[in-house]
């Protein structure tokens, strides 16, 4: 056996014994995605299926392109748990996004295998819809006046709130208040983001392009909090409770919409009565249970779908 190359020994530094604890529970943590199973769900064999419509006609451009290409495009996030997560050994999806996109696609009279899932964060989502490079956007995308005026939204068919994660031996920060002097990170082109920037210029803001970056940051001490919607960080928290918590109370309202491209109205309207389709079925309650439920927090009734 190779000895291997070593260099002076030195005795671990505070900073090394943090890290090596941190690479622990993130290996620990990384475990369900590379085949073992995650702590709590969700099992594939758990979720529902949903029977694909047939003969569907729509004027739509959207929906053409998909139909002459033989497959949906579909944009979403890959680092949020329970949420929407990209497993790196298969590269499936999975999580309550992920589950509303399918029931979307099946809607549209396209099965599973023939939806092509695309990682998109935050900052292009917008961009993503414009190019025409995803056909629709599931992926904790809250609906505003600001984003309708580049993108359509289906929904909403979730309501999340803004709201803290912080290290579970932190006891100075308990709510938005106590946000004075703090580091806290966020990620570019997000309601939270630009929220926090605003409602609280006290709190040094650090943004970078995803939440597991912020998550990351927290539990390595380079920042004192993580701030997007409760469903975000419900499920980091559920993932390494004894390491993450959620302070206070949600402090916005985030109304979840499926993003479409802005002019296809019809494409829209079909995704809102979808979506009301699929809530009045029991499919919504399902999908809910078998993802993000696993979080903790029993099904909400879902906000009333708002056709424009
Ligand atoms: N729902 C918020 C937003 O759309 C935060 C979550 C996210 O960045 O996806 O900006």
Same mark, same amino acid.
């Given at each position: ?20 604890? /941190? ?28 029977? %694909? ?19 949906? +495009?579909?944009? @979403? ?43 998109? @964060?935050?900052?292009?989502?917008? @961009? ?14 809250? +609906? ?87 469903? +975000? ?32 109205? @019809? ?7 979808? +979506? %009301? ?14 993802? /993000? ?16």
């Amino acid at each position: 056996m190779r000895e291997p190359i070593t260099t002076r020994p030195t005795r671990p530094t505070q900073t090394a014994r943090v890290l090596a604890a /941190l690479l622990a529970g993130l290996l620990l943590a990384a475990c369900g995605k590379s085949g073992t199973p995650p702590p709590k769900g969700p099992e594939p064999k758990d979720l529902p299926s949903y029977p %694909v419509a047939t003969n569907v006609t729509l004027d739509s451009p959207t929906f053409r392109s998909a139909k002459a290409r033989g497959r949906l +495009i579909v944009g @979403t996030k890959a680092d949020q748990p329970y949420v929407a997560q990209q497993d790196p050994a298969s590269g499936y999806y999975s999580g309550f996004d992920v589950e509303i996109a399918k029931m979307m696609a099946a809607s549209l009279g396209f099965p599973v295998d023939r939806i092509e899932f695309k990682t998109i @964060t935050s900052a292009n989502r917008e @961009t993503s819809l414009q190019n025409g490079e995803v056909d629709y956007y599931v992926g904790t995308y809250t +609906i505003n006046d600001n984003r309708k005026k580049l993108v359509g939204f289906a929904g909403p068919y979730y309501m999340a709130g803004q709201s803290l994660l912080v290290r579970t031996d932190e006891d100075d920060i308990n709510g938005p208040q106590d946000l004075a002097g703090k580091k806290v990170c966020s990620v570019s082109g997000s309601t939270p983001y630009q929220r926090l920037v605003k409602d609280y210029p006290k709190a040094t803001a650090v943004a970078y392009d995803s939440y597991s970056v912020c998550v990351d940051n927290l539990i390595s001490l380079q920042v004192d909090a993580v701030t997007t919607d409760d469903t +975000i960080l419900m499920g980091y928290a559920a993932k390494v409770p004894d390491q993450l918590k959620i302070v206070g109370q949600p402090f916005s309202k985030e109304p979840y919409g499926i993003g479409v491209p802005r002019g296809d109205q @019809t494409f829209r309207l079909a995704l809102d009565d979808a +979506i %009301v389709a699929h809530e009045q079925n029991g499919d919504w309650k399902r999908a809910y249970d078998a993802t /993000l439920g696993l979080s903790g927090v029993p099904a909400p009734v879902p906000p009333p779908v708002d056709r424009y």
